[in-house]
């Protein structure tokens, strides 16, 4: 958590070398403005500084859920490549969700269900 508020973290394993461009996409939304901020791995030894990792994201109430899995969906669809998005919980739990084919709506319960009820699981 960051200041009490829950976080979720964004990953795009194979695919890290969008993750600025995920990162610009989520700044410039209204309704994450503040919310967003890149996490980078531990540097390797001789490494200046570590790459980029993970993207954080803020959530709390307010429907900051509804708006990221909406970013989401529509940075995807603007993808030509095979990507996937691992979203997680502090607790553990994630959600996985494959560009090919991404369900707005299905990716809003399932990031609402995330963030709301730590024994549910999402419906991928």
């Not at 995920?22 to 890149?38: F, K």
């Not at 500084?49 to 970013?71: E, P, Q, T, W, Y």
């Not at 529509?74 to 607790?91: C, E, G, K």
Request: hydrophobic share 40%; charged share 25%; with cysteine.
């Amino acid at each position: 958590m960051t200041d009490g508020v829950p976080e979720l973290r964004l990953r795009l394993p194979g695919a890290a070398a969008q993750l600025p461009s995920l990162l610009e996409w989520l700044r410039h939304e209204d309704g994450l403005r503040g919310r967003v901020r890149a996490v980078h791995a531990p540097p390797a030894p001789g490494e200046m500084g570590g790459a980029l990792d993970v993207l954080a994201v803020a959530v709390g109430s307010g429907g900051v859920g509804a708006v990221l899995a909406n970013c989401l969906s529509t940075w995807i669809a603007q993808r030509r490549s095979d990507l996937r998005i691992t979203v997680s919980a502090r607790d553990g739990r994630t959600l996985e969700v494959d560009a090919k084919g991404v369900d707005p709506q299905a990716l809003v319960r399932d990031i609402e269900r995330l963030l709301s009820d730590p024994g549910a699981e999402p419906d991928r």
